[in-house]
Nanobody
Framework: QVQLVESGGGLVQPGGSLRLSCVVS????????MDWYRQAPGKERELVAR???????NYADSVKGRFTISDDNAKNVVYLQMTGLKPEDTAVYYC?????????????WGRGTQVTVVS
């Protein structure tokens, strides 16, 4: 069982920055993907950024050039650096990781951290 604990959310003005952190209870080397999702009120949860084992990254079009996903293997932490924040970035942000075990993909979710962008 992998546990994920997010932190770093808060209230920020448009144009501001935040860095979200996700502490992972397992070795980063055991993970297949490390992701950040978000869910705004009344909307479906959406993938914001993904880091694939080996280093590849993917971003939602809405955040490309503004958000950066990274990790620190020594600290077992996944980060989401968010810059140029917009009101439409307001959402609960969730850390999500997957492992491949016995040919099956196992997924784990954190509880989320609230990001609110408002003037």
């Amino acid at each position: 069982q992998v546990q994920l604990v997010e932190s770093g959310g808060g209230l920020v003005q448009p144009g501001g920055s935040l860095r979200l952190s996700c502490v992972v209870s397992a070795s980063m080397h055991s993970l297949n993907t490390m992701d950040w999702y978000r869910q705004a009120p009344g909307k479906e949860r959406e993938l914001v950024a993904r880091m694939i084992s080996g280093g590849g990254t993917n971003y939602a079009d809405s955040v490309k050039g503004r958000f950066t996903i990274s990790d620190d293997n020594a600290k077992n932490v996944v980060y989401l650096q968010m810059t140029g924040l917009k009101p439409e970035d307001t959402a609960v942000y969730y850390c999500h990781v997957t492992q491949l075990l016995g040919g099956r993909e196992i997924a784990y979710w954190g509880r989320g951290t609230q990001v609110t962008v408002v003037s």
